[in-house]
């Protein structure tokens, strides 16, 4: 859906001085000095008003602001900075979703990916702008199925074209959480989940293997365990696909190597998955339901030399 161009452009009614209000105040936007902040907060305070005015003296609507606010990032990404235009459409879109706009948060996302898929080519920031979108997307209720899965999928798509491996497996397995959110129960697909999370794990073997490619020596398992946690995350939650074999293999895989000949000594490593392991003690020790659900995982510490 489109929201810009066409209509009346006076939304503010007139002020006392002749001039449209709705002028001067884009005016002041495409001027710069704005304070989206504002002016989002300002939208759910009008979608939040129970009157009805109409007249000259009618009161803007969240759409109103929304399309103002549209076309001051058009202006604002053609500067150009591009990451601030980005992280404005995506501050737009969480607007909109609190006010039950699905069309139009819909277009400040689509604008979004465009901007990010035209404009934004350094490694670095695509990496935090591709956060920042999953970051978003995860707090947004108002899609139906299939813009949110329209969604999602260019999501993933995004994570898995990264330039470095790393940052490749984070952003796929921060993809996870899209699938599974706890205050939706129609937003909890356990497969998706787990198609996330092995993914990454196959980025991340990946990773490991460049790294003794070019090195003559492994490199840091921390992606691995941080995979694990995911998993351990994701088992708390009741994701099905996600079951003691699974996590237990991958405790094996890291113990693997972590032992191997030609591993790199890396120290926070160590330390990330000695805490990770005392975890799994520590929900062992709780007793009770905790406890039987964590007990058939075997995660005995052991201190590397």
């Known amino acids: 859906m489109a929201i810009r161009g066409g209509g009346d452009k006076r939304i503010f009614g007139t002020g006392s001085d002749g001039k449209g209000f709705g002028s001067c105040y884009r005016d002041e936007l495409v001027g710069g000095w704005v304070d989206f902040t504002f002016h989002v907060q300002l939208v759910r305070r009008l979608q939040s008003q129970n009157e009805n005015v109409s007249g000259e003296e009618a009161a803007a609507t969240p759409k109103d602001i929304f399309q103002i606010l549209m076309q001051t990032i058009e202006a604002l990404s053609s500067v150009p900075v591009p990451e601030l235009a980005l992280g404005l459409y995506l501050q737009c879109a969480e607007a909109a979703n609190d006010c039950d706009l699905e ?144 996590i237990q293999s991958l405790i094996e895989l890291i113990k693997q190597e972590m032992s191997g000949e030609n591993t790199t000594a890396d120290l926070s490593a160590d330390a990330f998955f000695a805490s990770t392991l005392r975890y799994i003690q520590f929900q062992k020790d709780k007793g009770g339901v905790v406890a039987e659900k964590y007990s058939p995982i075997k995660a005995e510490f052991a201190e590397t030399s």
């Not at 990010?116 to 997307?137: N, W």
């Not at 969604?151 to 074209?161: I, M, N």
């Not at 994701?239 to 074999?245: E, H, K, M, N, R």
Request: charge should be neutral; glycine fraction near 4%; proline fraction near 1%.
């Open 103 to 246: 069309p139009v948060a819909y277009e400040f996302f689509t604008q979004a990916y465009i901007l990010y898929e035209e404009e934004i080519s350094d490694s670095k920031a695509q990496v935090t702008s591709i956060h920042l979108i999953i970051g978003t997307l995860q707090r947004m209720h108002v899609f139906g199925v299939e813009n949110r899965d329209t969604l999602t999928h260019k999501a993933t798509g995004y994570s898995s074209k990264l330039l470095k491996k790393p940052d490749q497996c984070r952003a796929v397995y921060a993809c996870s959480h899209l699938f599974w959110l706890d205050e939706h129960n129609d937003m909890k697909d356990g497969e998706r989940v787990m198609l996330c999370l092995k993914r990454a794990l196959r980025i991340a073997n990946a990773a490991q293997q460049m790294a003794n490619a070019s090195r003559g020596s492994s490199g840091s398992v921390v992606l691995f365990i941080e995979i694990l946690n995911k998993y351990l995350y994701f088992y708390e939650k009741g994701v099905l696909q996600v079951t003691i074999d699974s």
